[in-house]
């Protein structure tokens, strides 16, 4: 069974910076993409970051410039660099991993870290 850990969120003053890390563990035969979502309360959850199996990144207008994604050397670990946080980017962080098959892609969620920031 798949388990996705996540650490590293909490309260932090705007300007101030965070690093979220995310392990997964059991058994995934072919990591497609790695990421991070948020949520806000009363709001969809929303993508952050991605990086592909090949190093490609995407990231939400919103954090570019101020948030870095990376794989760790261990490829089942991502981290996400948050710096210059601003109350808006409060939430509930989720790690993400998309689990490439032969038929439809798995998608597996973390149970979520907090991050605060205030103003």
């Known amino acids: 069974q798949v388990q996705l850990v996540e650490s590293g969120g909490g309260l932090v003053q705007a300007g101030g910076s965070l690093r979220l890390s995310c392990a997964a563990s059991g058994s995934i035969s072919s990591i497609k993409t790695m990421g991070w979502y948020r949520q806000a309360p009363g709001r969809q959850r929303e993508l952050v970051a991605t990086?592909?199996?090949?190093?490609?990144?995407n990231y939400a207008d919103s954090v570019k410039g101020r948030f870095t994604i990376s794989r760790g050397n261990a490829k089942n670990t991502v981290y996400l660099q948050m710096n210059s946080l601003k109350p808006e980017d409060t939430a509930v962080y989720y790690c993400?991993?998309?689990?490439?098959?032969?038929?439809?892609?798995?998608?597996?969620w973390g149970q979520g870290t907090q991050v605060t920031v205030s103003s």
């Open positions: 990086v592909t199996d090949g190093g490609s990144t």
């Open positions: 993400n991993v998309r689990e490439r098959r032969i038929g439809p892609d798995m998608l597996y």
